[in-house]
């Protein structure tokens, strides 16, 4: 496996603004390939088996239909070969991972966004880390659209620098789709640091930081915009966390890809008696 290093723009763009872009992780071609997978799963009568909990709708249930109400495939990526040995378990996402994490390396979560052309939904204004609520300020993040990511299909919205701060305590709205920054603070980052929209052509990839303040908009546009993701830890930091993920799965072990398919879960190095907390109503 090659050695992958930043380069000097990106290790700067990373540690001073918590983002950078690597170009060409995956091929157009592999790119159609997994855009049918995810498209074919959306597709089945039961697909809401495999989706979040957080339709968009008002759809009917048909097959087009389908593919225009759900947001998120989570945890997908380990039931489709296809998508983890490319991608998660795939040459350059672990070779960039190495460069981060070292010579073991745990895929924490992965999931499939969707964002239909018409109909699809915001993701609000969150850090990952504030979702997760375990106290891992050290992992990171890695997303990959499938089609181009651009302002008008609803592209990711970064505040350069906002990995910086501290993890806000996210709460949760009555049209929240998952717990979010309260919604007044955001604003005011805005105005100090400014946004950058992260607008990327298929099989590019965005690394962030996992405190980074991030959201993208809803696609009113002709253009579906689909994208696989990642965040990506290794034992040492998984050892500190204050939960066990049971979809955590091994991704390299000792420098060695793991080709286990379905993917090997990591052990339960976590006592995971601490109930976990419900995100907080919005005050504002
Ligand atoms: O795909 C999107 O628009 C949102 C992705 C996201 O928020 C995430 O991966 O944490």
């Not at 389908?66 to 040459?91: D, M, Q, Y």
Request: net charge negative; glycine share 6%; proline share 10%.
């Amino acid at each position: 496996m090659q050695d992958w290093q930043p380069t000097p723009a990106q290790k700067a763009q990373y540690e001073n603004q918590g983002y950078f872009i690597e170009h060409n992780v995956i091929s157009e071609d592999l790119a159609a390939q997994l855009r049918g997978v995810i498209r074919n799963v959306l597709m089945l009568p039961n697909a809401g088996e495999f989706a979040d909990y957080d339709p968009m709708d008002p759809m009917n249930d048909s097959p087009q239909g389908r593919i225009a109400r759900f947001r998120k495939l989570a945890n997908f990526c380990v039931e489709s070969p296809l998508i983890w040995h490319n991608i998660h378990t795939g040459p350059t996402v672990l070779n960039i991972a190495r460069h981060f994490l070292g010579d073991d390396i745990i895929v924490k979560f992965n999931s499939c966004f969707l964002k239909p052309a018409h109909t699809g939904a915001a993701t609000p204004w969150h850090q990952d880390n504030g979702l997760w609520r375990d106290g891992d300020t050290e992992s990171f993040n890695i997303w990959i659209p499938l089609e181009p990511a651009t302002r008008e299909n609803g592209c990711m919205q970064f505040i350069p620098s906002s990995h910086k701060t501290k993890v806000v305590e996210h709460v949760l709205y009555s049209d929240s789709i998952h717990g979010e920054i309260p919604r007044k603070v955001v604003p005011e980052m805005i105005e100090k640091h400014g946004v950058h929209h992260i607008e990327l052509d298929t099989g590019d990839a965005v690394i962030w930081h996992s405190n980074m303040w991030h959201y993208s908009p809803p696609n009113p546009s002709e253009k579906s915009r689909i994208a696989i993701a990642g965040v990506l830890t290794n034992p040492e930091i998984t050892k500190k966390n204050k939960r066990h993920f049971p979809n955590a799965k091994w991704a390299m072990k000792n420098g060695v890809v793991c080709t286990q398919f379905p993917p090997e879960p990591i052990p339960k190095w976590i006592e995971t008696n601490a109930p976990f907390q419900p995100f907080p109503p919005a005050k504002d």
